[in-house]
């Protein structure tokens, strides 16, 4: 199924689509009085921008550096190319310890790696202990968004869940009850550990050390509890130097959730006394994308999900429509590239209003790179006849005025006379959950020659 036969699902109940679309809305307003209360908030997206590409620029530089550095602290770096290169490593170190039962905090590059199958095929019981991640842990669902991955549940289908699953009590969705069972239940699997996986949120090429950011303190838990940590990272989490952090840390609270800085900002520098810290770094298709010129900004995302929260697209079709690791504009502009025959309607699902560029933290083209795809999709993809004929139709009546307007009247006439079923039928896809505005008897050209006509 592609994206819109997706969303449509998602579109069958008509009240959450609602409510989802608020409670995003909701994220987004949060961002914006936050982003305003800095001064010179330009000026820090235009910086955290410029890094990063000088880090996309200076990558090969940066990765080495930050090995050289994290090996000296004590760290054991590991590279995979892939991610069955990646899962296979966090294996080995797994195995190598007898671990059987892991906690990993949030990472969308492990879930972009399937490292959970993988590892549970292989007897290894992962828990996720990000709340949100939990929670579509148990619904045996992927997540929906890299910020509030269980954004499309509501705390009703949580607290059904958890009686499943955890055997509480039904409360009506409390969700100060809900949060309580969670944590008793999370802390069990904090404490009978044998491991630790996080992602890397930053990592610092001229220090070795790595910053990971979380609301709920998991992450720390988890690794200070287990003998073993393996933090997951893509190549193009580097940073250049530890001052640097404050752009970033700076920017990505406020963009994802309006928050001034995320509860937890934990810095990784070395293993603790008889303990073991790996670092696996991934490229898994980041130097690929890096070498399509008009695609690499992509790599600039810092995982902030401040565009999908303003995604019109995306608050009304839900994350999982998208059927990749990481949804919305940004998941559009990085999937094409993993595979484009597969992922080929994402691209198509945007207005172009730009919003999600207006927000990018570090001003990635987002809706220009969309753009972009769209462009290649129509020359690589077979597209449907009827679309590529109704594009032809629309290309000869756009470039010529007098047929614009003739068409304009035509099917300003036809909207009101013509039946309903003839133009609400299975050849309009647009019009199957929509209906067309009111049709006006002029066009802005007659309207606005009768108003200047006027005075
Ligand atoms: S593309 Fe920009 S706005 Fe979207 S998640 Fe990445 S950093 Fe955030």
Known sequence: MNHSQKAEIFNKDEAKVNWHDKALWYVREKRDASAHKVQGWEYLRELGSGIKAN??????????????????????VHWASNAEEHNNIVNTILSQHNAKKVVKSKSMLTEECHLNPYLEERGIEVID???????????????????????????EEVDILFQEHL???????NPEYLVGEAR??????????????????FAIADTGGFVVCTNEGNADMGVHLAKVHIACMGIEKIIPQEKHLGVFLRLLARSATGQPITTYSSHFNKPDEGKELHIVIVDN???E?????????????????????????YRRSGGHSYDYTIPGPIGSILSPGKDLKKHSSLPFASTLCGSCSNVCPVKINIHEQLYKWRQIIVKEEKQPLVKKSILKIAGKVLSSPK??????????????????FMIYNKLNAWGKARDLPEVKNENFDEWYKKRNKNG
């Open 184 to 201: 008793k239940h999370l802390r069990e699997k904090f404490i009978g550990a044998d491991a630790a996986i996080t992602g890397v949120n």
């Open 289 to 313: 994308q890096l070498s399509r010129e008009d695609f690499r900004a992509s790599l600039h995302c810092i995982r902030c999900g401040a565009c999908m929260n303003t995604c019109p697209i």
């Open 403 to 420: 047929l614009y307007s003739f068409s304009g009247k035509s099917a300003r006439a036809a909207l009101k006379y013509l039946p309903k």
């Open 285 to 287: 298709g980041r130097t």
């Open 55 to 76: 880090v996309l620029s200076n990558l090969d530089d940066y990765l080495i550096q930050f090995e050289s550095n994290a090996k000296k602290n004590g760290v054991q």
């Open 129 to 155: 202990t990000d709340l949100g991640e939990r929670i579509v842990q148990l619904a045996e669902e992927p997540p929906s968004h890299i910020v509030l991955p269980a954004i499309h549940k509501t705390k």
């Open 167 to 173: 055997g509480t009590i039904p409360s009506q969705g």
